[in-house]
């Protein structure tokens, strides 16, 4: 059930506008859900790349993202596509299943792929009520590492992946540079 619609304007290419809009998209199981905001160019474009979804890091929420939306929708209204952020389940305003580890304490291997799973399986039933062919998956922290592990499991979904501080992606061990920032401080 949708809970709120607007809509943002841009003077981009073509009209430029996008409608917007927070609603929860249930899963299979009818007491899931993902709480999204939607916002879509009011005029798609055939040759539009595919949509950008957003995905947030741990304990956060897609409101996290709420200062890059004017840009991200003046970025859909432009290219005639879409922007998603999504809550992950269990997180910001997504419904909070239980979830119970049930591979033994010492099956690590068990018990990363029983947590990833819980995450990753919630997504591709979100992009499939969504009718998403591909995604553009830009994930922040948790959320980068969670994009990675869903690439790494439907990589026909994913168009391409964009991770901001990845969680859990270490660096190269070969590569002893300290990495330098884009931006200092007083930036």
Request: glycine share 8%; no cysteine; hydrophobic share 20%.
């Given at each position: 059930v949708p809970r709120r619609s607007s809509f943002f304007t841009s003077s981009?290419?073509?009209d430029g506008r996008v409608a917007s809009l927070s609603e929860k998209v249930t899963l299979r199981d009818s007491k899931h859900y993902l709480n999204t905001l939607s916002i879509k160019a009011t005029t798609p474009s055939?040759?539009?790349?595919?949509?950008?979804?957003?995905?947030?890091?741990y304990g956060a929420g897609l409101g996290f993202f709420f200062r890059n939306f004017p840009a991200l929708a003046q970025w859909a209204g432009s290219r005639g596509s879409s922007v998603y952020a999504v809550d992950w389940l269990g997180m910001g305003r997504s419904s909070r299943p239980p979830f119970r580890v049930k591979a033994k304490r010492e099956d690590v291997p068990g018990r990363v792929a029983e947590a990833e799973s819980f995450f990753i399986d919630a997504l591709e039933e979100w992009r499939e009520k969504q009718g998403l062919d591909k995604m553009t998956l830009v994930g922040h922290s948790l959320g980068g590492y969670l994009s990675a592990a869903y690439a790494l499991r439907h990589p026909e979904r994913v168009h391409k992946l964009i991770l901001l501080s990845?969680?859990?992606?270490?660096?190269?061990?070969?590569?002893?540079?300290?990495?330098?920032?884009?931006?200092?401080?007083?930036?």
């Open positions: 981009s290419q073509g055939q040759d539009s790349p595919p949509p950008a979804v957003l995905l947030h890091g990845p969680a859990g992606v270490p660096r190269d061990p070969n590569n002893t540079t300290v990495p330098s920032r884009e931006l200092t401080d007083d930036e």
